[in-house]
């Protein structure tokens, strides 16, 4: 069974696992974040909606630390990350999933989940190479977390495969178990189910479900599906042309009137 | 007499004799193959089964099982059993509806499922099970948050056992002392093509009359590696898997998923393996399809390595020996074409590989054999129990093999093959009616199967009584079997095979295999210009007699084709004469062809057809021909 698990803690604490304060980002004379401020709390579940281009991917990006925002402060677990290069914050517990995919298609589907270990491997290059002693113990280790995350997301069946020729749904999973391996605190989901079928964004919307409560991952996502988005998040963040213009409970984003203007238009959102 | 009559006392000595030193079970997890030994066996079954006991489970009990084939649902099994319970297997695919029947009307009072999906289900009906004491889950993912009183987990039920122990030692043993071969183990619901499922109870002696014939056969399976692959609410894996496992006893393995099941086959290489017709067939189209994509001397050495298998097949089935030359070549062909491919397919080990529940095409068996893997077939059912099987050398792919040891069989004058045994079931669960039925006061069971013995007492399986058809003296034979026979021969594309009460002995219209028969022809320097003058040709016309005569010589005399006709083109689905699935549609064609039927049986020698054609392109057209009655 998965590591490390505190199943049914609460989801709201008086510390908040990311704090966007004030985030300004700009490319040259196109503004794509304007002064966005908001909190998430560890454990839950915030989706960020939008129209095309409001910023989204930006602000997902800004998170990770691939875009460096021009003013504003980011902070995790309390701590300032706003010039933090990204393989560090990934070190610190944030990981995250592509928009496009970015696997190893040439790859298999276990190497390509090991590859999210490599922040945790101590052994060099020359151990590794002729695997002895602290590499082999080290690989069987993560060897086996890896085998943990497969049966957790139900890929045993695609071990061995080539990720390059595996379905796209497969491939978005095998995304996800690589972004896992990484044992984040703050998962990054950019459109997770964009161009899948019902049946596997059920299984996905399941999995996130399950990452959530069952390894206490807390889980930002990029969703388009306002289906998905109304059922799994625990709370919303509209983005318009950059700002925020909502936030809060699912019940209380369905009903707002600049949301629904901006971007629901209507039916949608019903 | 055999010393132990119960699966928890085979278990129990199996545990006394073996202890950790040798593997029962195991299981793919995590990638590695998790090991059971009989001594962790033995104490899993114990704990659960005192853990039972501590819920509430009493003798004579049933508890009902729903999950994939798993270590955990033999474990739970076999704990019903020990203290005196007995079970039923659901199907994971059933319906929340479908399972409620089963299990109200078997009356469970306990439910074992792996995980959420069939929880969820259980969850469902519970309010219509009575005295549902608990649901057992064996997988808790997702059910992390669920707060159903009725649920609680496999292990705290070992851990419930565990304490219950300390307070009641020897419990378990004494259970399973008193158990007896008569009492109940296990009920298998039928699948219920006519009405409802019911529920036929069968005893730990019923359940273990397949193992000790094989050990009676002599077949040498202690210890070999066999994967439970099917679910055990289907009775074979009751037979087999849970009864075979610890009669031989066996090494019983288990898939990591059912996806990856061609993968973990592959691994284990087992030694004994079951599989229905449709995934044989399933490994035989993989094979072709591959070979197919491959490069052109790979295929160039698959054709001849598979040529000569296919040689050797032949002279077996026909009882000749091959000649020093040819088994050079397969010894050859085998070292470098017939080995790798079934070590591919995973069968590399296969000592003992078995079909059942559906007839297979001879020509699967055939593709098999030519690559070195017999493929051997049982008969049976879940009330009649196994009632026959091939042998290691019986090569004819045609019947169903010889009756079993203690296993008696004779044929009805209605065709329907009767079977009587201490192996045949105890009765339908809670319906005296239905039993009375299919046993008569002789105790024979009606299989409702149709079929004949033949001289080498071999058991030839029609067909279902109900699909058979009459002829004037009241004998009945199987259209399709004939049709499915005649339909192996390369020269034969369909065939509608006639004969009912107005008739006294049987026909056919055959349409012949345009393709191949005209290769044929052209072989022998002959020339034809149309279908309809291909299929009159008197060559072609002797060719098709001797592949009747060939199918002739397996049936019984009264269900021998006497005559047959050619017909001047295929059967067709755009003319209605098959359905989209090349299904043949009787009342389409009798009456399109009722001409043609009465100049057979009016004995004429030819009929003369001006019969209307559709076209591939749509166009309908006329065509005149003089076709030939032949006689056989």
């Known amino acids: ?270 | 007499m055999y010393q132990n009559d119960t699966l928890p006392k085979i278990l129990r000595d199996n545990y006394q004799k073996f202890g950790d030193k040798k593997v029962a079970l195991r299981k793919k997890k995590f990638g590695i193959w998790q090991e059971y030994t009989w001594k962790d066996y033995f104490e899993t079954v114990k704990d659960f089964s005192l853990g039972l006991v501590k819920l509430g489970f009493e003798q004579g009990n049933l508890a009902a099982i729903v999950g994939d084939t798993d270590p955990e649902w033999f474990i739970a099994e076999l704990s019903a059993q020990a203290v005196g319970g007995k079970c039923v297997g659901l199907f994971t695919d059933g319906l929340p509806s479908e399972l409620e029947y089963i299990i109200v009307h078997a009356g469970a009072t306990l439910v074992v499922a792996k995980d959420q999906e069939q929880v969820d289900k259980i969850i469902e009906i519970k309010d219509r099970i009575l005295n549902l004491k608990k649901i057992i889950y064996w997988e808790d993912k997702g059910l992390w948050n669920y707060d159903e009183p009725l649920l609680i987990s496999f292990d705290e039920v070992k851990r419930l056992g565990k304490e219950f122990e300390k307070s009641n030692q020897g419990l378990f043993e004494q259970r399973i002392e008193e158990g007896k071969g008569d009492d109940i183990a296990v009920l298998c619901y039928t699948s219920g093509t006519t009405g409802q499922p019911k529920g036929v109870s069968l005893s730990h002696e019923n359940i273990l009359h397949y193992a000790r014939v094989l050990c009676e056969l002599k077949e040498p399976l202690e210890g070999v590696d066999y994967l439970a692959y099917t679910s055990p609410a289907w009775i074979f894996e009751q037979w087999v898997g849970v009864c075979g496992g610890l009669f031989f006893p066996m090494v019983v393995h288990f898939c990591e998923e059912p996806e990856t099941v061609i993968h973990d086959i592959r691994e284990i290489a087992p030694s004994f393996l079951m599989l229905g017709p449709r995934q044989w067939e399933s490994f035989a189209r993989t094979v072709q399809v591959k070979i197919k994509d491959t490069s052109w001397w790979k295929r160039i050495f698959y054709n001849w390595g598979m040529g000569v298998g296919y040689r050797i097949s032949s002279l077996l089935q026909e009882g000749k020996s091959p000649s020093w030359w040819l088994k050079v070549y397969h010894t050859l062909a085998d070292l470098f074409v017939l080995r790798a491919l079934r070590d591919r397919l995973g069968i590399s080990h296969g000592k003992l590989l078995l079909t059942g529940s559906a007839s297979m095409s001879p020509d699967i068996f055939r593709f098999f054999h030519a690559m070195g893997a017999f493929i051997r077939i049982i008969y049976g059912g879940t009330e009649a129990n196994v009632v026959c099987g091939t042998g290691s050398q019986d090569y004819g792919f045609e019947t169903v093999g010889r009756a079993f040891p203690g296993v008696e069989v004779k044929i009805s004058k209605e065709r329907e093959i009767l079977v009587r045994g201490k192996q045949v079931f105890k009765g339908y669960h809670m319906d005296p009616e239905a039993t009375a039925k299919r046993i008569d006061h002789e105790g024979w069971f009606h299989t409702g199967d149709a079929g004949t013995i033949n001289d080498k007492e071999e058991i030839i399986f029609w067909d279902r009584l109900e699909e058979l058809m009459e002829l004037t003296g009241g004998e009945r034979f199987s259209p399709q079997y004939i049709e499915t026979k005649l339909r192996f021969s390369p020269y034969i594309e369909d065939t509608y095979v006639i004969g009912d009460k107005d008739k006294g002995y049987v026909t056919a219209i055959v349409s012949i295999d345009f393709s191949n028969v005209a290769k044929w022809l052209e072989e022998r320097n002959l020339t034809f210009t149309t279908f309809v003058d291909l299929s009159q040709k008197p060559e072609v016309r002797m060719v098709v007699k001797g592949e009747i005569e060939k199918i002739n010589r397996s049936l019984p005399d009264f269900a021998k084709i006497k005559k047959f006709i050619n017909l001047h083109k295929s059967f067709d689905a755009d003319e209605a004469e098959l359905t989209r699935t090349r299904k043949l549609k009787r009342a389409t064609m009798s009456q399109r062809y009722e001409s043609i039927i009465q100049a057979m049986y009016q004995g004429e020698k030819s009929y003369h057809v001006d019969a209307s054609v559709t076209y591939r392109d749509g166009r309908k057209g006329m065509v005149s021909a003089e076709l030939a009655i032949n006689e056989i």
Not at chain 1, 65 to 76: C, D, S, T, V
């Open chain 1, 1 to 270: 069974m998965i590591l490390n698990i505190i199943p049914g803690e609460m989801k709201t604490t008086s510390v908040p696992i990311l704090n966007f304060e004030n985030i300004h980002l700009s490319f040259g004379g196109i503004a794509a974040l304007l002064g966005v401020s908001f909190k998430v709390w560890p454990k839950e579940v915030l989706s960020i909606i939008g129209p095309n281009g409001a910023g989204k991917t930006c602000l997902l990006n800004c998170i990770n630390g691939f875009y460096k925002p021009q003013k504003g402060n980011i902070l995790f677990q309390g701590q300032d990350v706003t010039h933090v290069p990204c393989h560090k914050r990934a070190e610190m517990g944030i990981a995250r999933t592509f928009q496009n995919l970015a696997i190893y298609s040439g790859l298999s589907t276990i190497d390509n989940i090991l590859t999210g270990r490599h922040i945790f491997m101590k052994s060099n290059t020359l151990s590794c190479g002729i695997w002895y002693r602290l590499a082999q113990k080290e690989e069987v280790r993560h060897r086996a977390r890896v085998e943990e995350i497969i049966d957790f997301l139900e890929i045993e069946a695609i071990r061995n495969h080539m990720v390059g020729s595996l379905p796209y749904g497969l491939r978005k999973r095998v995304e996800l178990a690589r972004a896992l391996s990484l044992e984040p605190q703050l998962l990054l989901l950019d459109e997770p189910m964009a161009g899948m079928n019902l049946e596997e964004k059920e299984d996905m919307a399941r999995f996130f479900l399950d990452v959530n409560e069952r390894m206490g991952v807390t889980l930002m996502l990029i969703e388009h599906d306002m289906g998905v988005v109304m059922d799994i998040s625990d709370r919303i963040v509209v983005l318009d042309f950059g700002k925020k213009i909502a936030e809060g409970l699912p019940k209380e984003i369905r009903k707002d009137p600049k949301v629904i203007k901006a971007y629901l238009m209507d039916e949608s959102i019903s």
